[in-house]
C-alpha cells in the first residue's frame, strides 16, 4: 500500500490554496493534516502534525521567512508564491542542504506552461527577438509574475544573445515598452476575467511567432501540485521548476 504522505496547506483561505486543499483532499496518497493562514503558528503545526511536506501559497512579502521556518522545522516545501529573488533561492537551498530537506519552488504548476517555457527557450535560439506579455487577474500581489521571470531566465540561457541589438527608441509614456530583466521586455496585464496567462513573442523578418498559454480555471495546476508534493521528499536542497520532476 502507497505510504500517505501528511501536508499542511499554507494559505488556504486564499485562492489557489483553497482549490489545492480540495485536491489533496481528493488524493488518496495525501492527507490533509492542516490548513494555515494569517495568524498560525507554522512552526508549532508542522510538529503537532507531523507534517511531511507543506504547500506554500501566500503572499510575496512573506514567503521566504514562511519556508525557512517549514526548513527549520524539518519539513519539505513545495512553493508555489511568487516572490524569491535568485539571493533568496541561493540563500533556502543551502539552508535546507543542511537540514537535509527538500524545496520545490514551482514558478507555474500548470503542464501547458512548462511547455510553453521550454518551446520559448528552444525557438529564441533561432529567432533572438523576443517579448514577454503576461496577463492575470487583478487582485495579483506582484508583477511581473513568476512564470515570466523563469520564462525569461529560460530563454536568456538557451541563448545570451537575444534582443542584443538595442532598439532607437523614445518612450514617451514611462513605462510604455514594459519592464526589461535580462534583456527580455516583459508587459504585465492586470484585469478582472483573467485566470494566468502568457505569451512569448518572437519576431524574425517578414514573421513573428506567438507561443501562449492559458490557464483558464485554477484546476490546471493541480495535477502538478500533487505531483511536486509526492517527488519533493526524494530532493535534498532547493530545485526549481517543476521541469525537474517531470
Ligand atoms: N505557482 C503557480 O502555479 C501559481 C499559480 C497561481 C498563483 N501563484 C502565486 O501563489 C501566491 C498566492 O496566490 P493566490 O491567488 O492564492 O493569493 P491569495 O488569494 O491572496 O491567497 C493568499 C492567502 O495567503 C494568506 N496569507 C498571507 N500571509 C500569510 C502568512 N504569513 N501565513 C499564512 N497565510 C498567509 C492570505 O491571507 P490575507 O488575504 O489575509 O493576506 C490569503 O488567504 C501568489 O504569489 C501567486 O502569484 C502561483
Known sequence: METMINVIVNGVLGKMGAESGRAIDADPGLDLVAGLDVGADLALSISQHAADVVLDFTNPTVVRQNVETIIDAGAHAVVGTTGLSETDLA???????????????????????????????????????????????????????GTAIKTA???????????????????????????????????????????????????????????RHDSIDRESFMPGVCLAIKKVASLTGLTYGLEKVL
Open 91 to 145: 540563500e533556502l537551498d543551502a539552508r535546507a542542504k543542511v537540514k537535509g530537506v527538500g524545496v520545490l519552488v514551482c514558478p507555474n504548476f500548470a503542464i501547458g506552461a512548462v511547455l510553453m517555457m521550454e518551446f520559448a527557450a528552444k525557438a529564441a535560439q533561432y529567432m533572438p527577438h523576443v517579448e514577454i506579455i503576461e496577463y492575470h487577474h487583478n487582485q495579483k500581489a506582484d508583477a511581473p509574475s
Open 153 to 211: 531566465d529560460l530563454i536568456a540561457e538557451s541563448n545570451p544573445q537575444v534582443n542584443v541589438i538595442p532598439l532607437v527608441e523614445t518612450e514617451l509614456v514611462k513605462g510604455a515598452r514594459g519592464g526589461t530583466y535580462k534583456n527580455i521586455p516583459i508587459h504585465s496585464v492586470r484585469l478582472p476575467g483573467y485566470v494566468a496567462h502568457q505569451e512569448v513573442i518572437l519576431g524574425g523578418l517578414g514573421q513573428t511567432l506567438r507561443i
